[in-house]
């Protein structure tokens, strides 16, 4: 059964903290993988990873995809409150159309 | 439209009732998704269009849910006898790419309600 696990579940910081969020995959025929930050209702998109090792860029946030062992991360440099969130990684197969999603992890950021 | 529009935003309803959620995606895209959310997970996969058709329902709980999408826009999520456990946000979503590769655009989501 395909599916995507994301860690940590939930994660409370300090402004100007560093945060890594991960997210693993156990997929066939993976095509590419999704990053979105859900605020309050509507997901927004943040990258699409479709090559290992190429690092993705906006900002303070960065994402990098490994193929190999099946996953990615999404880093956030010195956090703001605005950044309080919940991240999804979502995967997209070759085959079918189905976005599968993750649980999300929830990011406080505190002042 | 510019973006993703969801009506309604938030349904209060019985237990038994029957309710329709619809989605009218931006202009010109023809894939669209509808997904449920849960307290506390992620979009959940419901159906997909390409167009009219429905190229993949396998998501849909069970017969109590049908989608349409007669004129290739808008598309309207039907639950008929409504349980609480069907209580959710209900996320549409729609991309340009035909093969559904592209991002996926979503709307603010119908918050449904069953008591």
């Known amino acids: 059964e395909d599916k995507v696990v994301q860690s940590p579940l939930s994660l409370v910081v300090h402004e100007g903290d560093t945060v890594t969020l991960n997210c693993s995959y156990e997929?066939?025929?993976?095509?590419?993988l999704l990053w979105y930050k859900q605020e309050k209702k509507a997901p927004t998109f943040l990258f699409m990873l479709?090559?290992?090792?190429i690092e993705k860029k906006s900002g303070r946030l960065s994402s990098i995809l490994d193929k190999k062992e099946l996953f990615s991360i999404l880093n956030i440099t010195a956090t703001q409150t605005g950044d309080s969130a919940v991240y999804l990684c979502?995967?997209?197969?070759?085959?079918?159309?189905?976005?599968?999603f993750g649980t999300g992890t929830s990011l406080t950021v505190i002042p | 439209g510019a973006g993703v529009s969801q009506t309604p935003s938030n349904k209060v309803t019985e237990k038994g009732k029957y309710v329709e959620l619809r989605c009218d995606p931006i202009?010109?895209?023809?894939?669209l998704y509808w997904y449920r959310q849960s307290l506390g997970q992620g979009p959940e996969f419901l159906i997909y269009?390409?167009?009219?058709?429905?190229?993949?329902d396998s998501g849909l709980p069970n017969d109590r849910f049908f989608a349409v999408r007669p004129e290739g826009s808008v598309s309207t999520l039907k639950i008929q006898r409504t349980e609480r456990g069907d209580s959710a946000v209900y996320l549409c979503?729609?991309?340009?790419?035909?093969?559904?590769?592209?991002?996926?655009?979503f709307g603010a989501g119908s918050r449904l309600t069953v008591l």
């Open positions: 997929v066939t025929n993976f095509r590419s």
């Open positions: 479709t090559s290992s090792g």
């Open positions: 269009f390409q167009g009219t058709g429905a190229a993949d």
């Open positions: 202009s010109g895209h023809t894939a």
């Open positions: 979502a995967v997209l197969l070759l085959t079918g159309n189905q976005f599968y």
């Open positions: 979503a729609s991309s340009s790419d035909p093969s559904g590769a592209n991002v996926l655009t």
